[in-house]
């Protein structure tokens, strides 16, 4: 069955420094997407960026980025230059599909806190 | 604007009442889902739908039920079989086939605690 661990519970930043959110995966499928989504105080899950595995360039979403490293089955997030309003939960997910059906696997995720 | 309404934003449910978390959607989707979260933990999959009427449990499906009707909604009841109800409840819908970097895109999630 496929996993998804995030080791970091929390996870606190000077505002403007980068930080790197931990992210491995398990999965015997050779194709594979994994997302991460962040989740403010308030609830909303809001998706940040995809990498596929096929994707031979890790994938950029202004300031967030994927480290994917898919030898190590690792695909950290960094978020560059960060912003007060960058404090919340993350979390990394991978697709799964089954018997035609597409589902996510979700991890337990990250608390972010930026400091000023 | 095309989203997910979520409604209502907190719910009380007492003793052995059934109660109905509602979903609709008009980013004209075809899959739709129900998660779980937990305090200070991840999203468990309820239920999910890739069509109007037809839908399959998910990991955690005990003591829930769902319905799908129409192609925009997809409510879910929490049974008064599902003993530790208290979560945070987030509906989420996505399109089926095409690209695999579809992602999906979720409701505000409704407040659900016990009486």
């Known amino acids: 069955a496929q996993k998804i661990t995030q080791t970091q519970p929390g996870m606190f930043v000077q505002e403007k420094e980068a930080v790197t959110l931990d992210c491995t995966y398990d999965?015997?499928?050779?194709?594979?997407?994994l997302f991460w989504y962040k989740q403010p105080s308030s609830g909303e899950m809001i998706f940040l960026i995809y990498q596929g595995s096929y994707d031979e360039q890790n994938a950029t979403e202004g300031r967030y980025s994927l480290n994917f490293q898919k030898a190590r089955k690792s695909a950290n997030l960094v978020i560059s230059a960060s912003q007060l309003g960058d404090s919340a939960m993350y979390f990394c997910?991978?697709?799964?599909?089954?018997?035609?059906?597409?589902?996510?696997?979700f991890g337990a995720g990250t608390r972010l806190a930026v400091h000023p | 604007d095309g989203g997910i309404t979520q409604s209502p934003k907190y719910l009380f449910r007492k003793e052995g009442q059934n109660v109905t978390l509602s979903c609709e959607q008009n980013?004209?989707?075809?899959?739709m889902y129900w998660y779980r979260q937990d305090p200070g933990q991840g999203l468990r999959l309820i239920y999910y739908s890739q069509i109007v009427n037809d839908f399959q449990k998910g990991d955690i499906a005990e003591g829930y039920s769902v319905s799908r009707e129409k192609k925009e909604s997809f409510p879910l009841t929490v049974t008064s079989a599902q003993k530790n109800p208290t979560a945070f409840y987030l509906c989420?819908?996505?399109?089926?086939?095409?690209?695999?970097?579809?992602?999906?895109?979720f409701g505000d999630g409704t407040r659900l605690s016990i009486l």
């Open positions: 997910a991978m697709r799964e599909v089954s018997g035609g059906y597409n589902k996510l696997i």
């Open positions: 980013l004209n989707h075809d899959a």
């Open positions: 989420a819908s996505s399109r089926v086939g095409g690209a695999l970097n579809q992602p999906q895109h």
């Open positions: 999965t015997s499928d050779q194709s594979y997407g």
